[in-house]
T-cell receptor, first 116, second 116 residues
Framework: DTGVSQNPRHKITKRGQNVTFRCDPI?????LYWYRQTLGQGPEFLTY????????KSRLLSDRFSAERPKGSFSTLEIQRTEQGDSAMYLC??????????????FGPGTRLTVL | QKEVEQDPGPLSVPEGAIVSLNCTYS??????FMWYRQYSRKGPELLMY????GNKEDGRFTAQVDKSSKYISLFIRDSQPSDSATYLC????????????????FGSGTQLTVLP
């Protein structure tokens, strides 16, 4: 078990460009989350997948953001027409299957996005 | 007002000191409480996970939850320079249908420095 991995680790782009990030969760974890973290703040929830189904999206996830998890394995997060306000650390977390109740989420190292 | 409040610090202590980190929250639906450690430019690492009120100990770390006061704490005994990091409290709701997101609501983090 190598943990949650994210690529790229850093991305610098110009305003208006599209960017895509990838997350590989811990194998056999069927739940996958995306969070965004800005400097001096805790992570904020963006969206949630159970297997391949995207079940919840935060109001923070504007129309320029889209996430997918084909085949219920890795996930991608795309930001179209990036804005300077999108500069942040994008974190992916995964957790194992379970019933109603809490779960333990394990985070990846994050992708740091800088929009110039 | 944020749902979860956490003193951002910075907090500086000498090696060997007992460290106390705290969070308060306003949402009485929170039932699951976690503490994460985050080193600079890394993803959060899960330290402690507790359900409802009570204490949980793991090595040098003790987590306390007081739901009546909506107050949680993390104590670090015999602090080490390697404990220098940002500590994030996080929490999630209680009765949730299977398949629903269990997104975490984070505090803003407390930056801790343990001086050798």
């Amino acid at each position: 078990d190598t943990g949650v991995s994210q690529n790229p680790r850093h991305k610098i782009t110009k305003r208006g460009q599209n960017v895509t990030f990838r997350c590989d969760p811990i194998s056999e974890h069927n739940r996958l989350y995306w969070y965004r973290q800005t400097l001096g703040q805790g992570p904020e929830f963006l969206t949630y997948f159970q297997n391949e189904a995207q079940l919840e999206k935060s109001r923070l996830l504007s129309d320029r953001f889209s996430a997918e998890r084909p085949k219920g394995s890795f996930s991608t997060l795309e930001i179209q027409r990036t804005e300077q306000g999108d500069s942040a650390m994008y974190l992916c977390a995964s957790s194992p299957a379970g019933g109603a109740g809490g779960d333990t989420q394990y985070f990846g190292p994050g992708t740091r996005l800088t929009v110039l | 007002q944020k749902e979860v409040e956490q003193d951002p610090g910075p907090l500086s202590v000498p090696e060997g000191a007992i460290v106390s980190l705290n969070c308060t929250y306003s949402n009485s639906a929170f039932q699951y409480f976690m503490w994460y450690r985050q080193y600079s430019r890394k993803g959060p690492e899960l330290l402690m996970y507790t359900y409802s009120s009570g204490n949980k100990e793991d090595g040098r770390f003790t987590a306390q939850v007081d739901k009546s006061s909506k107050y949680i704490s993390l104590f670090i005994r015999d602090s080490q320079p390697s404990d220098s990091a940002t500590y994030l409290c996080a929490m999630s709701g209680g009765v949730i249908e299977a398949g629903s997101a269990r997104q975490l609501t984070f505090g803003s983090g407390t930056q801790l420095t343990v001086l050798p």
